[in-house]
C-alpha cells in the first residue's frame, strides 16, 4: 500500500469562514462539505513508514 500526503488542514481552517465561503460557491449544505474541500493542497509527497 503507497502511502503519501495529499494535504492538511488546521483547526483554523475548520473554524474559520473557509467552509461558509465554500458552501455559498457550491450551494451545497455543511454536512456535505469534505475535508478534501477546504484543505491546503500540496504536491504529493512520499511517507516513509518504517
Known amino acids: 500500500m503507497r502511502q503519501a500526503v495529499v494535504g492538511f488542514i488546521t483547526a483554523y481552517d475548520i473554524m474559520s469562514e473557509k467552509p461558509m465561503r465554500y458552501m455559498q460557491s457550491m450551494t451545497s449544505p455543511r ?18 513508514c518504517d
Not at 31 to 48: A, C, F, N, S, Y
Open 31 to 48: 454536512r456535505e462539505v469534505q475535508v478534501r474541500d477546504i484543505m491546503h493542497g500540496v504536491r504529493v509527497t512520499p511517507v516513509r
